[in-house]
């Protein structure tokens, strides 16, 4: 390997510069209209401000391409800029976990890509080399460089491809929440552009007029229908874009995942830091018979440089027993941990909570607006009482189920909890991959014998919730992890409570 | 491993923390709580129209700080235990919503002390042992500061002899 220092792709300078054309575009067109009635000395500020855009912004590209030098030794990654501040970031080759590839259109354009180098412990600051861009193929090249070494530990599972996208799985994209929230934001982004032109009100007056034979109620369920297709088409354009050409695949000792339609992304997961699967159904595809799967690993990125959660999916939602199979192919366990069949149940005093909670939730509402409806006008009295007796059934079987999906139990080496309703997930995590446990009860838990088991782990966000399980969950997580817990458990006789005053 | 048919109890910690531990609490819950409440008397002199408000606030501040100086201070002192054997750190924190924490000996990552102005004052230490996960660091608050400082060269030679690189 080459140990001379190279210099990023020059490419960048045309991807900045595209990008940058397209900034000055997306602001300069509604600056340009918002000042058409002011007269031409404003309108000048427009164009020049656009140039001045364009070329501070390539001229500093420049700047960066050309003070930037990276190379890849025998032992280290490193990248090294040298204006105004002088810094080296180095990474030893022994310890890179990851190399993600991400190319937007405009990197997609001119055929190169972002590379991310990472050590698996990204929420550190300096744990991640970043190289914008390369070369498509010189890019796919120092990934298979940098991770070969793992061909030299054991291969226990056979190379090849785990999954592909199957265009059946387009008809969940719809069951998920961006549909209504997609909805929303068009009437948002409506209003927006609107306002920009200063037409707001027109807008307004123009719905109104061509909808002016219905009545209120006709109005509201005419806008959200045209909300939830919009809404529709926008999740479906969404899945389009994020999972087209999803193959995940098992190359050297990783997984790895391709994906995306105009912004193509590559995730590369070693197994050694595989420390389970999480199989999720929110609400939507658990109604239609779907799950996705989520990876459970160390160094993956919970949060981004932005501070947003990073999807940590390997898999879009997908018919359940596909699914299943997929997770025990993953995770090389047949059949799959991630079934749901002979989890233990919890006690019974934690049906009782999720009723409370889900009740008095649904109650919250019904009571604001009963003060209000007693204080103003008794209109709101009605409306408080329907929405009573719908909200009220609704949070009792949302209670119950949530009852219902609590489970925990052992599957050969892995540790499998089950919990929530509106999204419920299973996750299996090794137990060799429990770096502890934390217990907390409140004082309501330890009135009834509760208690919360908390798994630690290096893995995701670090920690896997049992919620409410009795002493016998102690001995659960005793045997789950042996040898953490059991020498601070009294079996002697006594009331089984967790705690001791 | 036992019977898993059994009920067990996890027993408490076999260490307290430092008796004066109570006092430095009592002393952080005056600070704070006394804090609110000179703030919010000095508005209730200025602000003529919400003087009575003001001082409810106050006067409900006042009693919270009470409270939380006189009777809590003393619960947590109850709750927080800790020990450390061979192959464990285990510690009970909490006064509401109480918490046991366990991380074995071979998941450790650093071990480390702070003392803030007032434990300074009351020659008391918090030691904190992280893990590799983002949930499992364990605090253990009001230890005499000598036996801290002892306590941490004691994981730190343990954890420095354990292989592993603890994720």
């Given at each position: 390997m080459t140990a001379d220092w190279r210099r990023l792709d020059p490419r960048t300078l045309r991807v900045t510069l595209v990008t940058?054309?397209?900034?000055?575009?997306?602001?300069?067109?509604?600056?340009?209209?918002?000042?058409?009635?002011?007269?031409?000395?404003?309108?000048?500020?427009?164009?020049?401000?656009?140039?001045?855009?364009?070329?501070?912004?390539?001229?500093?590209?420049?700047?960066?391409?050309?003070?930037?030098?990276?190379?890849?030794?025998?032992?280290?990654?490193?990248?090294?800029?040298?204006?105004?501040?002088?810094?080296?970031?180095?990474?030893?080759?022994?310890?890179v976990r990851s190399v993600d590839i991400d190319a937007g259109?405009?990197?997609?354009?001119?055929?190169?890509?972002?590379?991310?180098?990472?050590?698996?412990q990204q929420d550190k600051a300096g744990e991640v080399i970043t190289f914008d861009p390369l070369d498509r193929a010189l890019a796919e090249r120092l990934r298979g460089d940098l991770l070969r070494r793992t061909t030299t530990e054991p291969a226990t599972a056979v190379p090849g491809e785990l999954a592909r996208l199957d265009w059946a799985w387009l008809r969940y994209a719809p069951l998920s929440v961006s549909t209504p929230i997609l909805g929303a934001a068009a009437f948002g982004a409506v209003m927006q552009v609107a306002e920009w032109f200063?037409?707001?009100?027109?807008?307004?007056r123009a719905v109104g007029g061509f909808f002016?034979?219905?009545?209120?109620?006709?109005?509201?369920a005419v806008l959200v229908v045209i909300g939830l297709v919009v809404g529709v088409v926008g999740s479906l354009g969404l899945f389009v874009e994020m999972w087209w050409n999803y193959r995940l695949t098992r190359e050297s000792g990783a997984l790895v995942m391709r994906r995306g339609l105009v912004t193509t992304r590559s995730l590369t997961l070693e197994e050694r830091r595989v420390r389970g699967l999480e199989f999720v159904e929110p609400l939507g595809a658990r109604l239609a018979g779907a799950a996705r799967l989520d990876?459970?690993?160390?160094?993956?990125?919970?949060?981004?440089?932005?501070?947003?959660?990073?999807?940590?999916?390997?898999?879009?939602?997908?018919?359940?027993?596909?699914?299943?199979?997929?997770?025990?192919?993953?995770?090389?366990?047949?059949?799959?941990?991630?079934?749901?069949?002979?989890?233990?149940?919890?006690?019974?005093?934690?049906?009782?909570?999720?009723?409370?909670?889900?009740?008095?939730?649904?109650?919250?509402?019904?009571?604001?607006?009963?003060l209000l409806g007693v204080l103003l006008t008794d209109v709101l009295l009605v409306i408080a009482g329907v929405v009573a007796v719908i909200a009220v059934p609704l949070a009792v079987a949302l209670g119950m189920d949530a009852y219902r999906n609590l489970g925990h139990g052992l599957r050969g080496e892995y540790l499998v909890a089950r919990s929530g309703a509106v999204r419920r997930r299973t996750v299996a995590l090794r137990r060799s991959g429990v770096i502890g446990w934390r217990v907390v009860s409140s004082p309501f838990q330890r009135r009834v014998g509760l208690l919360n088991l908390v798994a630690v782990t290096s893995a995701n966000s670090g920690a896997y919730e049992i919620p409410d399980v009795d002493a016998a969950g102690l001995?659960?997580?005793?045997?789950?992890?042996?040898?953490?817990?059991?020498?601070f458990l009294d079996y002697g006789p006594g009331e089984a409570a967790a705690t001791d005053k | 491993m036992q019977d898993s048919h059994a009920s067990p109890r996890l027993r408490p910690p076999r260490n307290p923390v430092e008796r004066r531990a109570v006092t430095w609490w009592a002393t952080q819950a005056a600070l704070w709580w006394g804090g609110i409440v000179v703030v919010l008397a000095v508005a209730a002199a200025v602000i003529g129209p919400a003087r009575f408000w003001l001082l409810l606030a106050a006067a409900v501040t006042a009693v919270v700080c009470l409270v939380d100086a006189l009777v809590v201070s003393r619960v947590r002192f109850r709750v927080h235990r800790w020990e450390?054997?061979?192959?464990?750190?285990?510690?009970?924190?909490?006064?509401?919503?109480?918490?046991?924490?366990?991380?074995?000996?071979?998941?450790?990552?650093?071990?480390d002390t702070k003392r803030g102005p007032l434990e300074q004052r009351f020659g008391l230490s918090t030691v904190t042992v992280t893990t590799a996960s983002a949930h499992g660091a364990i605090k253990i608050p009001g230890l005499d500061h000598r036996m801290a400082d002892d306590l941490v060269q004691t994981l730190t030679a343990i954890t420095q002899a354990t292989p592993g690189d603890a994720t």
């Open positions: 940058m054309l397209g900034v000055a575009v997306v602001a300069g067109v509604p600056t340009t209209v918002g000042l058409l009635g002011t007269g031409l000395p404003l309108l000048v500020i427009v164009p020049v401000g656009a140039v001045l855009l364009v070329l501070g912004g390539v001229g500093i590209d420049w700047l960066r391409w050309r003070h930037t030098r990276y190379r890849v030794t025998d032992s280290r990654v490193e990248v090294r800029h040298d204006f105004v501040v002088h810094t080296v970031k180095s990474i030893p080759r022994e310890r259109p405009v990197h997609r354009l001119f055929g190169v890509v972002k590379v991310r180098i990472g050590t698996g200063g037409v707001q009100a027109d807008v307004v002016a034979s219905l009545s209120v109620v006709e109005l509201v990876a459970v690993a160390t160094g993956l990125r919970v949060k981004d440089e932005k501070g947003h959660s990073v999807p940590r999916s390997l898999a879009p939602a997908m018919p359940k027993a596909k699914a299943q199979a997929l997770a025990a192919s993953i995770l090389g366990e047949s059949p799959p941990p991630t079934e749901a069949a002979g989890l233990t149940a919890h006690p019974v005093a934690a049906r009782r909570r999720r009723l409370v909670w889900a009740v008095s939730g649904a109650l919250a509402p019904v009571a604001v607006l009963a001995a659960f997580a005793d045997d789950a992890v042996p040898g953490v817990l059991g020498q | 450390v054997t061979d192959d464990a750190v285990y510690a009970r924190t909490g006064w509401f919503m109480q918490e046991w924490r366990v991380a074995p000996m071979s998941r450790i990552q650093t071990v």
